[in-house]
């Protein structure tokens, strides 16, 4: 079993929420898709960065932003308004901030224990991505 928390989930910092919630999506996705059969290291790397990307998962943040509960909007904008420091070069700021958002909110459910919600969310995330109805410069 895990150690217990010291503190409560919305009190931890966001990028700290951000930090432990990227893990959390990554796990979702190489899950998603070694269960779609893809199981070729190369292959699970080249599909996975097509979820795992900034740009993706700030489609997904604004697609999702308006069905939110409020609680979960706020822990969404707490992370996209961190400041991290730096961005990577091949990402726009503004995307990079939002991915931090939704990595934050899913970093969130995952301490809080919010499972169904987790899920609920992460299947939705990847179904967005999967539509691709979504451009380089939305």
Do not use: C
């Not at 996975?48 to 509960?69: C, I, M, N, P, W």
């Not at 070069?89 to 970093?107: C, H």
């Amino acid at each position: 079993m895990l150690d217990p928390l010291t503190k409560l989930p919305h009190e931890h910092n966001p990028l700290l929420l951000a930090y432990i919630g990227d893990a959390v999506y990554e796990m979702f996705i190489r899950h998603h898709l070694i269960a779609r059969g893809v199981v070729r290291p190369q292959d699970l790397q080249k599909e996975a960065v097509k979820f795992v990307s900034a740009f993706a998962q700030s489609h997904v943040y604004r697609t999702l932003e308006d069905g939110l509960t409020e609680e979960e909007r706020d822990i969404l904008k707490r992370g996209r308004n961190a400041k991290s420091g730096s961005v990577p070069k091949n990402a726009r700021v503004s995307d990079y901030r939002q991915s931090t958002g939704l990595e934050a909110l899913i970093g969130y459910l995952y301490l809080k224990g919010e499972e169904w919600r987790l899920h609920e969310l992460m299947r939705t995330a990847i179904e967005i991505v999967e539509k691709k109805e979504y451009r380089e410069n939305d």
